[in-house]
């Protein structure tokens, strides 16, 4: 089975920064293209970035392009987004979605003074 | 980049069959994801290569493609069908979500 268990979410002030974790089991980790998801409240999904299984291949959205970085740690299982300058605009639920199949249970980042 | 549209919402009665489109020029050559979102849960695939549903979804779940539309359809739409619906492609070196569509069941 499948497990997708994300920490790292808070509340930080505009300008500030945060790291989102992601880990994952019930397949091999390093076989799979890992993604961040978010949504804004009350809004639709917004693919932010991916990472390939070897960890050699980043993409990003240009809206996080320059400000977040993505990376993962095959032996750990675990995902990254590191994210840096954060503005208002980045208030969203954060999904990390291996393969874009199995979708962990989100994390909530507030950007707020 | 491109873009998915998709409509705003649906409604059906009970029993009847709703259709979701999905509609972008980069759908001729690629695949989509659709993924249904209920409130205050995390999004579910439903239908990946725009016609294969994974194991666990209900048969009255239905894909289809033609040309620049990915078409998901619900047979017999039941009341726990009510939610979002997302459709997803990759092309270009990233990922783009439709607008989404809200599937309202009464």
């Known amino acids: 089975e499948v497990q997708v268990l994300q920490s790292g979410g808070g509340k930080v002030q505009p300008g500030g920064s945060l790291r989102l974790s992601c880990t994952a089991s019930?397949?091999?980790?390093?076989?799979?293209?890992m993604t961040w998801v978010r949504q804004a409240p009350g809004k639709g999904l917004e693919w932010v970035s991916a990472?390939?299984?070897?960890?050699?291949?980043?993409y990003y959205a240009d809206s996080v392009k320059g400000r977040f970085t993505i990376s993962r740690d095959n032996f750990e299982n675990t995902l990254y987004l590191q994210m840096s300058s954060l503005g208002a605009d980045d208030t969203a639920v954060y999904y990390c979605?291996?393969?874009?199949?199995?979708w962990g249970q989100g994390t909530l980042v507030t950007v707020s003074s | 980049s491109f873009e998915l549209t998709q409509p705003s919402s649906v409604s059906v009665s009970p029993g009847q069959t709703a259709r979701i489109t999905c509609s972008g020029d980069v759908l001729a050559k690629k695949h989509v994801r659709w993924f249904q979102q209920k409130p205050g849960q995390a999004p579910a695939l439903v239908m990946y290569r725009d016609t294969e549903r994974p194991p666990g979804i209900p048969d009255r779940f239905f894909g289809s493609s033609s040309g620049t539309t990915v078409t998901l359809t619900v047979s017999g739409a039941q009341f726990e069908d009510e939610a979002d619906y997302f459709c997803y492609s990759a092309a270009d070196n990233r990922g783009v979500f439709g607008g989404g569509t809200k599937l309202t069941v009464l």
């Open positions: 019930g397949f091999t980790f390093s076989d799979y293209v």
């Open positions: 979605v291996p393969n874009m199949d199995y």
């Open positions: 990472i390939s299984g070897s960890g050699d291949i980043t």
